[in-house]
T-cell receptor, first 116, second 111 residues
Framework: DTAVSQTPKYLVTQMGNDKSIKCEQNLGHDTMYWYKQDSKKFLKIMFSYNNKELIINETVPNRFSPKSPDKAHLNLHINSLELGDSAVYFC???????????????FGDGTRLSIL | GNSVTQMEGPVTLSEEAFLTINCTYTATGYPSLFWYVQYPGEGLQLLLKATKADDKGSNKGFEATYRKETTSFHLEKGSVQVSDSAVYFCALRGGNTPLVFGKGTRLSVIA
């Protein structure tokens, strides 16, 4: 009964490759997010989707493309991977509609991406 | 814009010591405040929250009080255990914007 699940947990690949990370939430939330955590543990928002629509797109290279087929899924595709993309990527979700204002976000366990 | 500043670590304490991790924030309006904890190799878990001034969030012996006059949300625990060793993040959320995190404070508790 995992709430927010991401796959894979670990991803090791060569520079220049294209890879995807999948995220699913079974909480019935209407908003999903991708965060990047660097080696110093700093967390930065990348994207936010509400009901499958892109709400926030921070300054992220256009090699990163999120896709939300439905409000329970938010996948992250990365083209032409670079060394600097090595990080832990976290998916999160929250219920923002109705009385959901200021609700906490629920996080997946993260995907550790290592670029060789 | 909104921002969170928390004390830099690492913090190393002996078991049963008192813990304080300072957190201050800058925000427009009336944000909600959160503490998240990240155990080694895991994702972030919500530890506690407070949604308005003078609210006290508490969980697992940890407490934090939303102080609007000092724009602070310091995390405290009276007696830490080895199992509390983790990275602690202070965060705020204004309306339906994403969480804004502090840089995290690593806590190590030694027996």
């Amino acid at each position: 009964d995992t709430a927010v699940s991401q796959t894979p947990k670990y991803l090791v690949t060569q520079m220049g490759n294209d890879k995807s990370i999948k995220c699913e939430q079974n909480l019935g939330h209407d908003t999903m997010y991708w965060y990047k955590q660097d080696s110093k543990k700093f967390l930065k928002i990348m994207f936010s989707y509400n009901n499958k629509e892109l709400i926030i797109n921070e300054t992220v290279p256009n090699r990163f493309s999120p896709k939300s087929p439905d409000k329970a899924h938010l996948n992250l595709h990365i083209n032409s991977l670079e060394l600097g993309d090595s990080a832990v990527y976290f998916c999160a979700s929250s219920q923002d509609g109705g009385t959901g204002r200021n609700q906490p976000q629920h996080f997946g366990d993260g995907t550790r991406l290592s670029i060789l | 814009g909104n921002s969170v500043t928390q004390m830099e670590g690492p913090v190393t304490l002996s078991e049963e010591a008192f813990l304080t991790i300072n957190c201050t924030y800058t925000a427009t309006g009336y944000p909600s405040l959160f503490w998240y904890v990240q155990y080694p190799g895991e994702g972030l878990q919500l530890l506690l929250k407070a949604t308005k001034a003078d609210d006290k969030g508490s969980n697992k012996g940890f407490e934090a009080t939303y102080r609007k006059e000092t724009t602070s949300f310091h995390l405290e625990k009276g007696s830490v255990q080895v199992s509390d060793s983790a990275v602690y993040f202070c965060a705020l959320r204004g309306g339906n914007t994403p969480l804004v995190f502090g840089k995290g404070t690593r806590l190590s508790v030694i027996a």
